[in-house]
């Protein structure tokens, strides 16, 4: 069964550097989405993506994140300056067809200190 | 905007017991409704999902839920759990279309004893 990917599986980073998550979402899906999670809470939207622009997005996705599709394959989230508080596990999911199911990756922890 | 509650945190069953874990939430509209498992160490998968029609849902593994519009309910139900189902369970909803983002729920934790 087709899956979603996620590399790294942990990143751990210094407070300000840049971080790039990258998610391969299953081929012949159209819809991309960026989730976190940060330990002990629930699972937060950041961002959705299709047609190659952003949709929809909540308050926590500010300036410091991005994302792009730069290759039609992958998916990226990029954190410009990472802070304490980005520390979480970071979820990418693709949905396709009518089914509108999201697909869920396993997930990038980030580890920022 | 929507949201989702789930009332148990933390549920320990013995093995054979019948579950049912609560989840209700805000939306005026038309809902989509969704339980996702995440066992341990893996990732989110879905259980079942509810757009239209019969309110009764089965999903995989012998779960069901029930949704019940005038209480604003989607309750999450096994007649008889096992060591397997040991594993983090969300409720999550989106609305009003299906390719909108997930709001989750805080998730229950379901702890199955043999």
Known sequence: EPEVTQTPSHQVTQMGQEVILRCVPISNHLYFYWYRQILGQKVEFLVSFYNNEISEKSEIFDDQFSVERPDGSNFTLKIRSTKLEDSAMYFCASLGGRTYEQYFGPGTRLTVT | AQSVS???????????????????????????????????????QLLLKYFSGDPLVKGIKGFEAEFIKSKFSFNLRKPSVQWSDTAEYFCAVNAPRGYQKVTFGTGTKLQVIP
């Open chain 2, 6 to 44: 789930q009332h148990n945190h933390h549920v320990i069953l013995s093995e054979a017991a019948s579950l049912e874990l609560g989840c209700n939430y805000s939306y005026g509209g038309t809902v989509n409704l969704f339980w996702y498992v995440q066992y341990p160490g893996q990732h989110l």
